[in-house]
Nanobody, 124 residues
Framework: QVHLAESGGGLVQAGGSLRLSCAVSGRAFNMYHMGWFRQAPGKEREFVAA????????SYADSVKGRFTISGDNAWNTVYLQMNNLKPEDTAIYYC?????????????????WGQGTQVTVSS
């Protein structure tokens, strides 16, 4: 069982930055991908970013490319999402998730373990 716990959310003005953290514990040795997703009120949960273990390959949603960066070491102790130049449309609950497959996916249903989420609110 893998346990994920997000932190670092909050209220920020447009143009500001936040860094989200995802603390990973438990049997994470067989988790090949870590991802960040977000869900705004009344909307579906959507992919934000993902990182593959060991080779460091990353993938981003077009809406955050160039503004957000996912990072984390190979031990998967903590995974981060650095968010710069935040916009009001980035307001959502942000979740980290772990996937055991070696194939990267942007689909929420493909991820095996989830954190409880952290709220990010960007004011205009």
């Amino acid at each position: 069982q893998v346990h994920l716990a997000e932190s670092g959310g909050g209220l920020v003005q447009a143009g500001g930055s936040l860094r989200l953290s995802c603390a990973v514990s438990g049997r994470a040795f067989n988790m090949y991908h870590m991802g960040w997703f977000r869900q705004a009120p009344g909307k579906e949960r959507e992919f934000v970013a993902a990182k593959r273990r060991y080779n460091g390959y990353t993938s981003y949603a077009d809406s955050v490319k160039g503004r957000f960066t996912i990072s984390g070491d190979n031990a998967w102790n903590t995974v981060y999402l650095q968010m710069n130049n935040l916009k009001p449309e980035d307001t959502a609950i942000y979740y980290c998730a772990a996937r055991s497959s070696e194939v990267l996916s942007t689909e929420p249903t493909a991820y095996d373990n989830w954190g409880q989420g952290t709220q990010v609110t960007v004011s205009s």
